[in-house]
């Protein structure tokens, strides 16, 4: 096998360059496209970055990309990857698929063929007549088919990379935890600095603050398919973990508040950060907005309030960013970030942003408004 592999960092729409730079940070270099982002580097790389990529979606292993307008054309492509050097002679390799302006659009037929494909090219390298027996590591392969050109991956991570393993509870349109941690990474908020969440719910942008505060890789408390992968020697992955607890940063004090005016999500917010291993590093508050109390000069909002989308919902949510707007005039030194689909957000909340930003929560189009304080 080489040195280096190919690897993809999937992102959501709009946190493309957002990835990218947490890749770079980790020493990568990388090619940016439309919700991934590509990089060659050591085998290595697999536990470091599924341990350290707050934003990103999944790590993918690229095995091979070819051209194929015929299932002849993919099936022969396919079987010709070296699968061998990934998936053990007892791997369990289900395959998914999608795709995209292609002359094979029938996903599920593609999805057997490949299937068939590897398991043949595994059968004749490994010496086996019968059907493979699958009882090992997961390998989950995609395919994906994008203007006839199959691209065959493996994903590393198994469960998506916002599943940090702290959320013990949430409430009815929970902020995934990879949009919370872009959310602060794409202000210049430092530690030293007070950070507020007034519209808490769960607590995910106070409690991924706190981890990029403190420098905790978001990943250290789970666990990845790859870790019981042959060709992924142990030592990576001891390292990779040695790495995350020799950076991480268990003294920084942090001044973290988030509040909300439901009760019940203070307490799911509170048994959240304990999960996260927390404990009293975050403040907090049941509280509406309109009491919101700024005690020093400069400091961060951070926010995903209420969009309004239900019927009925609209009169409130207006109400709701006017008094945030009010509370924040009288604070002209603090930056104020707020994610919302609510496309008056500006004029309810009295002032228009010093720029925006869009991007998606889910499926939601959203922009992130951002008004930069004049730090005192």
């Known amino acids: 096998m080489s040195k280096h592999i190919k690897l993809i960092a999937t992102a959501a729409m709009g946190l ?5 730079e947490e890749v770079r940070n980790l020493g990568y270099d990388v090619q940016v496209d439309n919700g991934k982002v590509i990089f060659e580097a050591p085998i290595s790389a697999i536990p ?7 934003t990103a979606d999944r790590l993918r292993l690229v095995v091979g990309e070819f051209k194929a307008t015929t299932f002849d054309e993919l099936f022969e492509g396919t079987k ?3 699968w061998e050097h990934y998936v053990s002679e007892d791997g369990q390799f289900p395959v998914s698929g999608k795709s995209v302006k292609s002359t094979l659009y029938s996903v599920p037929d593609c999805q ?3 299937k068939k494909a590897i398991a043949e090219r595994l059968k004749r390298k490994y010496g086996m007549i019968s059907k493979m027996p699958e009882t090992g590591a997961q390998y989950k392969v995609e395919i994906s088919l994008l203007k006839d050109i199959a691209l065959l ?18 409430g009815e349109a929970p902020l995934k935890e990879t949009m919370a941690a872009a959310l602060v990474l794409l202000t210049n908020w430092k530690p030293e600095y007070t950070l507020v969440d007034p519209f808490c719910g769960s607590g995910t942008i106070p409690i991924e603050a706190a981890l990029i505060g403190q ?11 790859s870790e019981n992968w042959s060709f992924i020697r142990s030592k990576h992955w001891d390292d990779a973990f040695q790495e995350a607890e020799d950076l991480a940063n268990y003294d ?7 509040s909300d005016i439901d009760h019940k999500m203070i307490d799911i917010a509170k048994g959240n950060s304990l999960e ?14 309109r009491d919101l109390s700024i005690k020093h000069e400069n400091g961060y909002i951070i926010a995903n309030p209420p969009y309004g989308q239900r019927i009925g919902d609209e009169e409130a949510v207006e109400a709701i960013y006017k008094d945030f707007g009010q509370v924040m005039r009288n604070h002209p030194s603090w930056s104020v970030y707020v994610l919302t689909a609510f496309e008056a957000f500006e004029k309810f909340y009295g002032q228009s942003a010093t720029k925006k930003r869009k991007l998606f929560n889910g499926f939601i189009k959203v922009d992130y408004y951002q008004y930069f304080g004049k730090k005192k």
């Open 153 to 170: 991956t493996i994903d590393t991570s198994g469960v998506g990379l916002h599943k940090r393993g702290y959320r013990v509870g949430q």
């Open 16 to 20: 493309e360059s957002v990835v990218a």
């Open 112 to 114: 057997k063929i490949v």
């Open 80 to 82: 010709a990857l070296p």
């Open 215 to 225: 420098n905790i890789a978001p990943g250290f408390n789970r666990e990845f398919d």
């Open 252 to 258: 920084q004090k942090l001044e973290i508040i988030g």
């Open 276 to 289: 996260a291993g927390l404990g009293e590093l975050i403040t907090w508050k049941q509280m509406q907005v």
């Open 48 to 54: 470091r970055c599924n341990l350290w990529l707050r």
